[in-house]
């Protein structure tokens, strides 16, 4: 079992929570990904990093979609998850100098940060952008600040930052000719698509993070094959970072709908049940 010594409640449906797991962060590198279950019967979610400590406790971040994610935010400081695999996929390449952009959009955020911070201890200029719908749904503005050199901000409503999205601050930036040798963009599938295209005609390098639906994280079941360059790659061993102008994101878009039924009816289950007092799904 793996002991929560601390939540921390980010937004109505998002956590950070500290976990007890020193084996996985004594080999974690940025970019890479673990794979928690609340209980031996429960659904695999495949979760990215945000800070793996000395002292043995690992940062994730959770999201509240569907009935699995909504069943782990409910936990409290004490409780403990059955399990907690990784660290898992590839980590993250990282250039030596030069300027990158970070974005991170909604709880994309969260990974991005060691990315930021691995960058900056290597002398890279570091330009980080964080965008939300609100400005009570940006997160972790603190931690991204501090692991950057420019500090930028988006929201759809203009209630903080520039409004707009966060491709907006991003082609701003190039259209004053500022020099980004990469992008660095981790967020909901649209949001990188959408960002791979700003970046696509001036020809900077773009590494994307896909978090495609996994089951063993082995590369063995295969759900979380995509399409990159042509060649079917399997998110889980052979990302989950790639390069964005290869990536077939029609593809990786429709395959991550192929659920929506069943996870609908499992969510509507669970929010019925917890009504009744019973919490059964």
Request: aromatic share 4%; proline share 5%.
């Amino acid at each position: 079992m793996f002991r929560i010594r601390k939540k921390r409640v980010l937004t109505p449906v998002t956590v950070l929570f500290e976990v007890e797991a020193p084996l996985v962060c004594r080999h974690a590198r940025p970019g890479q990904f673990v794979i928690v279950r609340l209980g031996e019967k429960s659904e695999r979610i495949p979760l990215t990093i945000m800070d793996a400590g000395r002292d043995g406790v690992l940062s994730i971040v959770i999201q509240a979609v569907g009935k699995s994610t909504r069943e782990l935010i409910a936990l409290g400081d004490g409780d403990a998850l059955a399990d907690v695999v990784g660290p898992l996929g590839q980590p993250c390449p990282l250039r030596e100098g030069g300027t990158v952009a970070v974005v991170g959009g909604g709880f994309g955020v969260a990974p991005i940060i060691p990315i930021a911070r691995a960058l900056h201890e290597r002398d890279v200029q570091v330009i980080a952008i964080n965008g939300a719908r609100t400005a009570e749904l940006l997160i972790l503005e603190e931690e991204l600040q501090a692991v950057s050199d420019r500090y930028l901000v988006s929201t759809n409503d203009g209630s903080r930052g520039m409004q707009g999205m966060v491709t907006d601050v991003l082609q701003t930036l190039i259209s004053r000719g500022e020099h980004l040798d990469e992008v660095i963009a981790i967020g909901p599938m649209v949001m990188m698509r959408a960002v791979a295209e700003v970046t696509r005609p001036h020809g900077i390098r773009t590494l994307v993070s896909l978090d495609p639906i996994m089951v063993d994280g082995t590369g063995m079941c295969g759900v979380c094959r995509v399409s990159v360059g042509g060649q079917t790659r399997f998110a889980c061993v052979d990302g989950p970072i790639f390069d964005a102008h290869q990536v077939d994101f029609d593809l990786a878009v429709r395959r991550g709908h192929m659920y929506d039924a069943e996870q609908k009816l499992a969510l509507e289950h669970y929010e019925k049940c917890s009504c009744h007092g019973g919490g059964e799904a």
